[in-house]
């Protein structure tokens, strides 16, 4: 099978969009002194969160900078799926100070932070401002480079940010090209401490971003081909990354695959896994590369309805039976992935996360405040939504 799109002469044409300048490979940490200084940085405002620096990933990060006389104030006071409040603290912080760059290490929650903070201090008010698409009127001249230490999120070259909204048990997505980082520093070196449960939950979501903007209406050529490396990727390496993390091959392969997935739905955008995501995470706090494991198999069986065709590509890179029917390979996309996120470990019901039956409604309901509901290839009803996780449960 391959990817087809309809060209019909000049008629044929799209848009793709990457601010971020990308260095991709193993030990490409260790040169970030030396080219900061080259940049003519002399303050950095280091953003993380207290499992990286535990696990001594900023220490990694920040080993040269003293004999390179940088200096750095540390900002970790960052939860998992961080808060609003969280983000307009971290502004003022780094408002307070003099600060001529930022860099974010960690996972999707240090990054997220960064560009918040980023877009709050060139911006003012509170980051839930900007929730929604292109509110962010200033671009932040101040640099932010990002450093990712999970293979999963895609974060160091979006243009999105996610935050909790706990008092309306919701996540708002900030979308503009100002959120996006200067430049993303990916170093596979820096995943090799990952635990195995944190390497299976956010490559499970590294996955569904190349499923779900395959998926995506808002697909376009460049967007098909990065999701589809992307999941191929994925599925190469995510079992051997989970089950020996220091498999340098697996790792390398994932964070390649994650990058590539985030460059993806930087432009093709997401779909149904990650509304009804966000409403799960909202009402019940399951870390978010957790609910998308249990969506994923559920949402793949929802769209293939609709886009047969791309769920059968689907299953082939996941290693579907060749020579089998269209009709077959898209039903049996679903059922791989399930397969997937049982080896890798990850759960599989919703009672499983302790999600309470009479929270089902009413994330049904919210799943419809995201965004990205209306990129997805099929439209549900809210009745629908309520039956696939009456399904998960």
Same mark, same amino acid.
């Given at each position: 099978?391959?990817?087809?799109?309809?060209?019909?002469?000049?008629?044929?044409?799209?848009?793709?969009?990457?601010?971020?300048?990308?260095?991709?490979?193993?030990?490409?940490?260790?040169?970030?002194?030396?080219?900061?200084?080259?940049?003519?940085?002399?303050?950095?405002?280091?953003?993380?969160?207290?499992?990286?620096?535990?696990?001594?990933?900023?220490?990694?990060?920040?080993?040269?900078?003293?004999?390179?006389?940088?200096?750095?104030?540390?900002?970790?006071?960052?939860?998992?799926?961080?808060?609003?409040?969280?983000?307009?603290?971290?502004?003022?912080?780094?408002?307070?100070?003099?600060?001529?760059?930022?860099?974010?290490?960690?996972?999707?929650?240090?990054?997220?932070?960064?560009?918040?903070?980023?877009?709050?201090?060139?911006?003012?008010?509170?980051?839930?401002?900007?929730?929604?698409?292109?509110?962010?009127?200033?671009?932040?001249?101040?640099?932010?480079?990002?450093?990712?230490?999970?293979?999963?999120?895609?974060?160091?070259?979006?243009?999105?940010?996610?935050?909790?909204?706990?008092?309306?048990?919701?996540?708002?997505?900030?979308?503009?090209?100002?959120?996006?980082?200067?430049?993303?520093?990916?170093?596979?070196?820096?995943?090799? =401490? #990952?635990? %195995?449960? !944190?390497?299976?939950?956010? /490559?499970?979501?590294? @996955? +569904? &971003?190349?499923?779900?903007?395959?998926? *995506?209406?808002?697909?376009?050529?460049?967007?098909?081909?990065?999701?589809?490396?992307?999941?191929?990727?994925?599925?190469?390496?995510?079992?051997?990354?989970?089950?020996?993390?220091?498999?340098?091959?697996?790792?390398?392969?994932?964070?390649?695959? =994650? #990058?590539? %997935?985030? !460059?993806?739905?930087?432009? /093709?955008?997401?779909? @149904? +896994? &990650?509304?009804?995501?966000?409403?799960? *995470?909202?009402?019940?706090?399951?870390?978010?590369?957790?609910?998308?494991?249990?969506?994923?198999?559920?949402?793949?069986?929802?769209?293939?309805?609709?886009?047969?065709?791309?769920?059968?590509?689907?299953?082939?890179?996941?290693?579907?039976?060749?020579?089998?029917?269209?009709?077959?390979?898209?039903?049996?996309?679903?059922?791989?992935? +399930?397969?997937?996120?049982?080896?890798?470990?990850?759960?599989?019901?919703?009672?499983?996360?302790?999600?309470?039956?009479?929270?089902?409604?009413?994330?049904?309901?919210?799943?419809?405040?995201?965004?990205?509901?209306?990129?997805?290839?099929?439209?549900?009803?809210?009745?629908?939504?309520?039956?696939?996780?009456?399904?998960?449960?």
């Amino acid at each position: 099978m391959s990817v087809n799109h309809a060209v019909s002469g000049t008629d044929f044409q799209f848009t793709f969009h990457l601010p971020t300048l990308i260095e991709f490979g193993c030990g490409k940490a260790k040169t970030l002194g030396e080219r900061l200084v080259q940049q003519g940085v002399k303050r950095v405002f280091l953003v993380g969160d207290k499992g990286v620096e535990q696990a001594g990933l900023l220490a990694h990060v920040t080993q040269s900078w003293s004999a390179a006389g940088l200096s750095f104030q540390l900002f970790t006071d960052v939860e998992p799926d961080p808060s609003i409040e969280t983000i307009d603290r971290g502004a003022a912080v780094f408002q307070a100070g003099a600060y001529d760059c930022i860099v974010a290490v960690g996972g999707g929650s240090p990054l997220d932070t960064a560009k918040g903070i980023r877009v709050v201090a060139a911006n003012g008010g509170s980051i839930g401002d900007y929730a929604g698409v292109n509110r962010v009127a200033v671009a932040p001249q101040v640099p932010l480079i990002a450093i990712p230490t999970t293979s999963g999120t895609g974060s160091e070259v979006t243009m999105f940010g996610v935050y909790s909204d706990w008092q309306n048990h919701v996540k708002v997505t900030v979308t503009s090209p100002h959120m996006a980082p200067s430049m993303a520093l990916v170093d596979p070196e820096l995943t090799r =401490s #990952l635990p %195995a449960a !944190m390497t299976a939950a956010s /490559g499970i979501d590294a @996955l +569904a &971003h190349g499923v779900e903007t395959y998926f *995506s209406l808002r697909a376009r050529p460049a967007s098909d081909v990065l999701a589809l490396e992307a999941i191929s990727l994925v599925n190469a390496h995510l079992r051997r990354a989970v089950r020996d993390g220091s498999d340098m091959e697996a790792r390398v392969g994932m964070a390649h695959g =994650s #990058l590539l %997935a985030g !460059m993806a739905f930087n432009n /093709g955008f997401l779909g @149904l +896994a &990650h509304a009804i995501g966000s409403a799960l *995470s909202g009402h019940c706090h399951v870390p978010h590369g957790i609910a998308i494991g249990l969506l994923l198999p559920h949402v793949v069986q929802f769209n293939a309805q609709a886009r047969p065709d791309k769920a059968a590509k689907i299953a082939e890179l996941l290693g579907a039976k060749a020579g089998s029917s269209e009709q077959l390979a898209a039903e049996e996309a679903a059922s791989l992935i +399930a397969q997937l996120v049982r080896e890798i470990g990850l759960p599989t019901r919703l009672q499983e996360v302790g999600v309470p039956a009479e929270k089902l409604a009413d994330i049904a309901k919210d799943s419809f405040k995201s965004g990205m509901m209306k990129f997805n290839p099929r439209t549900p009803s809210e009745a629908e939504v309520r039956e696939l996780l009456e399904r998960m449960y």
